[in-house]
């Protein structure tokens, strides 16, 4: 999924950067829709079965 273009970064974006690159090496990813697709596809059941559990069965 890609930030609209509209979407501003918080003002303390960079800050976050260095510290997930610091802590943990990473970098934000390049194409976050298909993280999200693969996430969705590998997890989707799972956390649909886990809300649930928190909302009543519409009738």
Do not use: C, K
Not at 34 to 58: C, H, K, N, T
Request: glycine share 6%; net charge negative.
């Amino acid at each position: 999924m890609e930030p609209d273009s509209h979407d501003e970064t918080s003002p303390r974006h960079e800050e976050y950067l260095a510290w997930l690159d610091e802590t943990f090496g990473l970098t934000p990813p390049d194409n976050p829709g298909e993280l999200l697709a693969i996430a969705e596809a590998e997890f989707g059941a799972q956390l649909e079965s886990w809300v649930d559990r928190f909302y009543p069965e519409e009738e």
